[in-house]
């Protein structure tokens, strides 16, 4: 949401002067706290103009995992429709648009409309946030859960998929060696365990438990 905000595919000094608008010194982007959805992919797009994300505070995606990890979708449109009632469809007309063929060409939209779905986006994000959080903290486990493996989890897959990971490829061939021998000590394993038991059972098939049928 947030990197909807600096338009176009400028770098450098255009990034610069577009956040210096927002109130910001680049290349740092340094607000008090920042929260969004899925907020790993913009800041992906803002490295890609040479800005630094600061201030990480949270990711209303992780809290919908955190509050219902069952929910089929965490979209931020389907969050709000759950939790924020009042926002419910509020970018539907903008995602039914064709002009951007299902936001796979924003730089096709015209910037007014561009800033009014950025600014719902982030307005329903901060308020997301709010009911969220307050849900999390219901559940004590849940909430450290949540701020002392998820968030940190995803602070370093960002920094993963940035900077990649460095990798012993002795260890990683020797490892590999490894697993491969015990996978086949666990299908010798199994392959014992089912010849044994089809013996047990006259050659019929492999009893079940309940003793009220068999597996062929």
């Known amino acids: 949401q947030l990197s909807l905000l600096l338009g176009g595919t400028g770098r450098d000094e255009q990034s610069n002067a577009r956040l210096r608008l927002m109130g910001y010194d680049a290349p740092s982007f340094t607000p008090p706290a920042v929260v969004g959805h899925n907020l790993k992919f913009d800041k992906h797009i803002f490295a890609n103009e040479g800005i630094e994300i600061a ?19 965490k979209s931020l449109d389907e969050c709000v429709r759950r939790w924020i009632p009042a926002m419910a469809g509020y970018a539907d007309d903008f995602n039914l648009d064709p002009i951007h063929e299902e936001k796979s060409h924003m730089e096709r939209v015209p910037h007014d409309k561009m800033l009014k779905y950025a600014g719902g986006d982030a307005d329903a994000g901060w308020r997301l946030a709010r009911v969220l959080n307050k849900r999390v903290k219901e559940d004590r486990r849940n909430y450290n859960c949540y701020t002392r493996i998820q968030m940190p989890a995803l602070r370093t897959f960002f920094y993963m998929e940035r900077h990649g990971v460095r990798i012993d490829r002795t260890a990683l061939r020797e490892f590999s060696v490894m697993l491969g021998e015990r996978e086949d000590r666990s299908v010798g394993h199994a392959e014992g365990f089912a010849a ?21």
Not at 59 to 68: H, P, R
Not at 196 to 216: F, K, N, Q, W
Request: zero cysteines; hydrophobic letters at 40%; glycine letters at 22%.
């Open 196 to 216: 044994e038991h089809r013996d047990l059972a006259g050659g019929g098939g492999v009893s079940t438990a309940g003793g009220g049928g068999a597996i062929a």
């Open 55 to 73: 201030n990480w505070h949270g990711d209303t995606m992780q809290l919908a995992f955190a509050v219902d990890e069952n929910m089929q979708r």
